[in-house]
């Protein structure tokens, strides 16, 4: 599976010359190991590769003895992975190194050395979990890897020239045309259906069942119950109800997360821990109201009132459609026609909360309840321009699921914060079009904001 991280890491690896070590963060199941593995084999001469979710214990407790002599640590390590390294032509590779926090520490002595290079992949959770008694090494680059995009599902479906044919339209602000349109239509309605986990899109890229798919994802899905459960130690339950409450929080027309319905009168204070674990689990997106929308989004966040995004939608239809454990191809084929009987703004606005958020914005909107009418707006996202300027810095972006809607609170945004605001957008399932000063946008035109 070709993977966009895949060139992020050959950066760094320009860029560092061994300065440094990288240590990729991402939810489980997201193809961490997977491509540091490929790289590690494509891009150095030999790679020694260091699985410490397997590794006896004899391998953990050499960081213990022979830290402050690694010549004798290398010497155990390539004799019992039969791997011979070369002086700034390898690479050593920690996977899963939050089973072994010494491993993680010795990193700061590794780079000094200076032989080879180093990469580690990990759970943000479980890392974060695993540092007692160890110093976090300064010399440690961060990368976070998301579930699979657009484009790297059109990739792995064997399609190389859709994506680039919708960059060349979405820059020149022009449509693909009705043609063109229903197709990549057609294939962004698959990759909503599948997601973006690498083995979710390899089981429909081999079987071209969603049946099958579901089946993966559901393991998923259960591995992340599993880890709630091992890893939110003292609020586990608190964890589960959020995760499991998701879908009926964002099918409600207005999406902010209500704690009433986890337990009559929640507080905020009382689940924050809750909210946080699953976002540095890498397994949902919190997205926060901000209360002006101006250049200062995050001054003005009101950090107790959010909604809560799954960072896969392909899993998040799996959690949604879940009476009877396993969705049936008659549903597939009606949220492919998208025909399903229900309100599909939870999906809509899901994905597009996930390619934003995988593009780098960091999720905010506007709310505000009003007696007065035209104070009374909902206002899905808001993102930065990359450079600001003394005006018009942030695009108001609406989504809309269905044929017909209406603008009523973007166009109430834009009468009372016109000076604040850059291109509003409407994302929609038609072909682009301009209507000044709206810009309007098919879904997958998303991630190129």
């Known amino acids: 599976m070709r993977r966009k991280i895949y060139d992020q890491l050959k950066h760094w690896k320009q860029e560092s010359n061994g300065r440094t070590a990288i240590l990729i963060d991402g939810a489980r199941r997201v193809g961490k190991s997977y491509i540091v593995q490929q790289f590690a084999q494509n891009e150095y001469r030999s790679a020694l590769i260091v699985d410490f979710g397997s590794a006896p214990t004899s391998i953990k407790q050499l960081f213990d003895n022979y830290i402050d002599d690694l010549d004798t640590l290398f010497l155990n390590l390539t004799t019992y992975y039969h791997v011979q390294l070369h002086p700034r032509q390898s690479v050593v590779v920690f996977d899963e190194v939050q089973e072994c926090p010494r491993a993680r520490a010795a990193i700061k002595y590794l780079v000094a050395d200076g032989r080879y290079d180093y990469i580690e992949t990990g759970s943000l959770t479980s890392l974060r979990r695993n540092v007692k008694n160890i110093i976090i090494p300064s010399e440690e680059q961060h990368l976070k890897m998301y579930p699979m995009d657009f484009e790297e599902f059109l990739w792995a479906s064997g399609n190389e020239q859709m994506m680039d044919t919708i960059a060349h339209c979405f820059h020149l602000r022009k449509p693909l045309g009705q043609l063109l349109h229903r ?11 599948v997601g973006g986990m690498p083995q979710a899109v390899a089981e429909y890229v081999h079987s071209r069942s969603f ?3 579901d089946k993966v994802k559901r393991t998923i899905l259960d591995l992340y119950r599993t880890d709630i459960y091992k890893y939110a130690e003292g609020y586990e339950a608190k964890v589960a109800d959020i995760f499991d409450e998701i879908p009926a929080q964002l099918q409600k027309h207005e999406k902010k997360f209500s704690l009433a319905a986890l337990k009559p009168g929640a507080r905020f204070r009382d689940y924050e821990n809750a909210f946080l674990w699953l976002r540095e689990a890498m397994i949902v997106y919190t997205c926060h109201n901000t209360t002006a929308p101006n250049i200062g989004l995050r001054l003005n966040r009101d950090t107790t009132t959010l909604k809560c995004y799954m960072a896969d939608t392909g899993l998040l239809i799996s959690l949604a459609f879940d009476e009877n454990g396993l969705l049936n191809n008659d549903i597939y084929a009606k949220l492919l026609l998208d025909k399903l009987e229900i309100n599909q703004g939870m999906i809509a606005e899901n994905v597009v909360a996930q390619m934003l958020q995988t593009a780098g914005h960091t999720l905010y909107f506007y709310s505000k309840a009003s007696p007065v009418a035209d104070d009374r707006m909902e206002i899905d996202f808001l993102i930065r321009k990359p450079t ?16 017909r ?17 850059a291109t509003p957008y409407i994302i929609h399932s038609g072909d682009l079009r301009i209507d000044e000063p709206i810009c309007y946008l098919p879904y997958y035109m998303t991630p190129l904001l």
Do not use: W
């Open 405 to 421: 809607y209406t603008t009523s609170s973007l166009n109430k945004l834009m009468k009372k914060f016109g000076p604040y605001l």
């Open 388 to 403: 600001p300027t003394n005006r018009h810095n942030i695009s108001p972006i609406e989504v809309k699921s269905g044929a």
């Open 183 to 193: 197709k990549a239509m057609d294939l962004f309605r698959q990759y909503l259906i």
């Open 211 to 213: 049946e099958q798919v």
